[in-house]
């Protein structure tokens, strides 16, 4: 594989740096002080994996409840364009250590554009949560009036506080007015109601004729505490889907946030190898961008799974 | 590792894998996904034990995880120092999943419970 025997003491590669022996010695640097990077960013998202970890085994059926709201349709989409992004991002390194300028060109751009797909479609997700009051912050939702107050919410309704609402809020002005079958909401609060708790209530209830639930959900969803005798409290589920979507909200943000930075990357990156920076004897920052891509692209192979997918069985039959 | 002949004397430059086995890794990627996907929609839990959805599902990431790992990010190709890396990282968050919930796992129960 590699050719360490260093033939010529006076040739020095075109693209050595003069503190380092070889290109070999070189690209390792390079390398590990981008790995040294990637393994901090991997204890990052770690932490939020350990939040996940932690809820998730107090309160399963509540997780399994919120997630089934989540679009996994549109998580296995973006999966997919995710990985085709990695499988461009990976050509476009194998182009770099070619020099060949147009095909690194052309993969960057396809890479940035799948990027942009993933994060539309996540734009596209948030709205939703947004519209049906799953934003677990309260007034970060869209405002429904009831019947009741229609006039005194007026002001406050009209003014958007995220981009994403921004988009959803210009969105909605084009709709016709909501049906009723909306609840109303008019302080724009997280609200686990109507037929999505009535899902809730449905797995929870079965998972406590299986005697599946612990000591600790029962205490979580019940009134008394006993999932035998108890009555299922709607504010009490309501809390722990919340952490759900907490949980989601933090880490699809955190991850559409480095989607955003690896754009970032990828612009610098295209305006580079346009130059015809990139050759067989210097490609490290095509490289160690790949790194980060694919990283990126590693989080949400996780992500996936873990957020959408985890109560998809409880809605598919075989009870 | 046909390449090598136009660049004479970049002693460190190798090519890792032609186009097809960069497809390769890409199709056992998109396949992985779409097994995740169906296994999600069976309720494996009841036909075999509670969890095994779960697990399954964590299985097929961390086989993908290793795909893109080692092929994509070279790894397969680089010296052991940042093989060694990569795995100190994982190694580490696993010891922070494991002491974590070797609390939050045992509180509430056994003597010392409230």
Known sequence: MAHTDTHDDHYHPPGLQHQFEDMKQQEESVSIGMWAFLVQEIMFFGGLFTVYLVFRSRYPMAFAAGSNHLDAFLGGLNTLVLIVSSLTMALTVYYAQKGNRNMQVILIIATMLFGCVFLGVKAVEYTDKFNHGLVPVNGLNRKIKGEEHNESNQTSAERPSTQTELASQEKNSLESPKPAEHHANPRGEFQWTGENFEASREIILEACNKNYLTKYEQIGYFSNGDCKTGVIDQHKVQDKVRIFYWIYFVMTGLHALHMIVGLGLMTWLLIMAWRKTYSAEYYSPVEISGLYWHFVDIVWIFLFPLLYLLGRHFLAGGH | ?114
Not at chain 2, 61 to 77: C, D, E, G, P, R
């Open chain 2, 1 to 114: 590792m046909a390449e090598h002949h136009d660049t004479e004397h970049t002693e460190a430059h190798k090519e890792h894998m032609g186009i097809p086995g960069y497809l390769a890794v890409f199709g056992v990627l998109v396949v992985g996904t779409i097994v995740t996907y169906l296994v999600a929609l069976t309720d494996l839990d009841s036909k075999l034990f509670p969890g095994a959805n779960t697990l399954v599902a964590l299985l097929i990431a961390f086989t993908k995880m290793s795909f893109v790992i080692w092929y994509f990010m070279h790894v397969k190709w680089q010296s052991k120092m940042i093989w060694l890396s990569a795995v100190a990282g994982f190694f580490w968050m696993a010891i922070m999943f494991a002491y974590v919930m070797q609390d939050y796992l045992t509180r509430s129960t056994g003597a010392f419970g409230h």
